[in-house]
């Protein structure tokens, strides 16, 4: 579906991007580093169009922490919610998303949420498949259903560049090993995750995947269900509770929609039964937040009453 530029939405772009030079781009991931933090776009997904938006909403980002939802939903279709929660908490953590702290005062070791770093590895190692390429495979064709959009791929040289600098992630595994939450090869695993967190899109395929969820897993233009319903729930639950890490609890206060960020600048928000947003701002806040998306969102969420509570 074409997307419409608007003018409502561009005087909020031209507001929040003044936070942008508040914020620092993440280059923990070197690749990452290249980003524009003056950027700043948005799209809005409708269930029955039309779909509006400002900014450059052709650029490419790349998902990463945005995946964990989507794996987690894979993952929840893969092998059901008893199994992955058997292995994976459901409580927020208060810590940063690469925190290894609770992971070695938690009985048993299981990670709290599938939110963090150490959840979303353990999700990532639950992806059913003979091989680590039909494990991606899988998981590229889940989004390629999700936007619509069979062009869907991931960025080699993010991957990469994630895969020779994640020692961090490398650390939880190998903790995640040792209490056995996960047996598989740490590099493996690793290969895997990091091509995942490196899957791009654009802010409108963004919005797209925000309006399945909304929608309760029915993708409003084929009007298939991809998802059940009630793992769309389970995935805008953690969304609120845990989607923007350790501010959570202020972005449900402020804002009130379940949303999920990564540190590439990227924001998904599926706004419940209404709309999906897609967002791109690099610049990022303290906590690895796009701090101009979050600010974009609260004007957009005051203006249109979009607070869930
Ligand atoms: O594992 C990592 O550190 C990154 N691939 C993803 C982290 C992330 O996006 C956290 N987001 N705010």
Excluded: W
């Excluded at 530029?5 to 923990?28: C, N, P, Q, R, W």
């Excluded at 003979?130 to 936007?147: H, N």
């Amino acid at each position: 579906m074409p997307c419409q530029s608007s003018d409502e939405l561009k005087a909020l772009v031209i507001e929040a991007k003044k936070y942008t030079k508040d914020g620092k781009v993440a280059d923990y991931i070197p690749a990452l580093g290249k980003a524009n933090p003056k950027d700043l776009s948005i799209a809005i997904h409708y269930p029955d169009g039309p779909c509006i938006s400002a900014g450059d909403i052709e650029r490419k980002i790349t998902l990463q922490s945005i995946s964990k939802v989507i794996s987690l939903a894979l993952v929840l279709m893969d092998r059901g919610s008893d199994y992955v929660f058997d292995y994976v908490g459901m409580e927020p953590t208060g810590d940063p998303f690469n925190s290894i702290a609770k992971l070695e005062t938690m009985i048993p070791a299981k990670p709290l949420n599938p939110m963090i770093n150490a959840g979303a590895l353990v999700v990532t190692h639950m992806i059913k498949g003979k091989s680590i390429e039909e494990r991606f495979q899988r998981l590229v064709s889940f989004i390629r259903e999700l936007t619509n959009d069979p062009t869907v791929n991931y960025c080699e040289e993010v991957a990469r560049s994630e895969f020779e600098t994640a020692h961090l992630n490398r650390a939880l595994c190998y903790f995640l090993k040792q209490h056995k939450i996960i047996d598989e090869d740490v590099e493996q695993l690793l290969d895997l995750y990091t091509k995942q967190c490196a899957i791009e899109m654009n802010c409108l395929d963004l919005a797209k995947i925000g309006v399945v969820f909304a929608m309760d897993g029915v993708d409003p233009v084929s009007r298939r269900q991809i998802m059940p319903p009630d793992i769309a729930r389970i995935c805008k639950t953690f969304m609120v509770t845990c989607g923007m890490y350790n501010a959570s609890g202020e972005f449900a206060i402020k804002i009130g929609i379940p949303a999920k960020s990564g540190v590439s600048g990227g924001i998904m928000g599926a706004v419940p039964g209404r709309f999906g947003i897609g967002i791109f701002g690099p610049a990022l806040d303290e906590k690895g937040n796009s701090i101009a998306g979050i600010k974009l969102l609260e004007l957009l969420s005051a203006k249109h009453s979009l607070s869930m509570f």
